[in-house]
């Protein structure tokens, strides 16, 4: 019985020591990501202030907001596409301009970010549909059958009123084309 204590208390400090180190390199991995480019012997890592991370992440949060306020849908459809929007610019891009030191590299990395964010909240807003009961589709699809259907619903009705096949419409007569004058 005090093997078996002995082991599992073994595992336990294990696992705990495990997800330490993983929390370690966590925050190691965050710290090198907001600390400033360009680090010297006497500063190796000094912390972007709040203006360096705004000017930094700024422009893709204004992406992301304007991706999402263009989005159809409900604001959970709004939200998951301006959250992907977001994370898979912003860290891409700080990630690429802390390693590489340029502004520039940061800017194309985000937009290459933004770019590869739409097929995967296109996924996962058709998931999000399919668990809801739809039919599976993201928002634009939704949007783009409804207007397909509409359409279709359109044509019909200009077809059956063209030819006098609706009631009460002005297409019944036939305008006499000497006169142009409206023949009953």
């Known amino acids: ?87 898979m610019s912003g860290i891409p891009g700080l990630a690429a301009g802390r390693a590489t030191n340029s502004g520039l590299v940061d800017q194309m990395a985000s937009i290459g970010g933004a770019y590869a964010s739409m097929p995967v909240s296109d996924m996962i807003l058709r998931g999000k549909d399919k668990m809801g009961g739809g039919q599976g589709l993201s928002p634009y699809e939704r949007l783009g059958l409804e207007q397909q259907t509409q359409m279709q619903e359109d044509i019909t009705q200009q077809v059956m009123q063209a030819y006098g096949l609706l009631p009460g419409t002005r297409d019944q007569y036939f305008s006499d084309p000497s006169t142009g004058m409206m023949a009953g």
């Open 1 to 87: 019985m005090k093997d078996k204590r002995l082991i599992k208390l073994k595992w336990v400090e294990h696992h705990k020591f495990r997800d330490m180190a993983k929390a370690r390199m966590a925050t190691n991995a965050l710290k090198w990501l907001f600390s400033k480019p360009g680090a010297t012997k006497d500063a190796p890592r000094q912390m972007m202030n709040a203006l360096d991370i705004a000017g930094r992440l700024g422009p893709d949060a204004v992406f992301a907001g304007m991706a999402a306020a263009q989005t159809p849908g409900d604001i959970g459809d709004k939200l998951i596409v301006g959250g992907t929007d977001f994370l």
